[in-house]
């Protein structure tokens, strides 16, 4: 089992950056697969990234690529996302998930972070 806690949420100006982190208690961390998901208000939840237990494997929704780079480091048990050239559009609550496969769909992760806010200004 893995616990998951988000950070680096924020409010930031259209064209700006944040990095977010999702900190993994456990000792299976490097195990799992890990993916970034948002929702935004009255939207379902909608795949933004996952990156595979090693970290040599990554898939993006293309409404981010180029954009989001999602990296992660096994001896910190932390997984990141850069977001550059944020838009109003990618306003939305930030979750990362765990799971031992490599998915695209939020159906499939068993493990959830509580979230973490980010809203882009116009």
């Known amino acids: 089992q893995v616990q998951l806690i988000e950070s680096g949420g924020g409010l930031v100006q259209a064209g700006g950056s944040l990095r977010l982190s999702c900190a993994a208690s456990g000792r299976t961390f490097s195990s799992y697969a890990m993916g970034w998901f948002r929702q935004a208000p009255g939207q379902e939840r909608e795949f933004v990234a996952v990156i595979n237990w090693s970290g040599d494997i990554t898939r993006y929704a293309d409404s981010v690529k180029g954009r989001f780079t999602i990296s992660r480091d096994n001896v910190q048990n932390t997984v990141y996302l850069q977001m550059n050239s944020l838009k109003p559009e990618d306003t939305a609550v930030y979750y990362c998930?765990?799971?031992?496969?490599?998915?695209?769909?939020?159906?499939?992760?068993?493990?959830w972070g509580q979230g973490t806010q980010v809203t882009v200004s116009s």
């Open positions: 998930a765990a799971d031992f496969k490599y998915s695209v769909y939020a159906r499939e992760y068993d493990y």
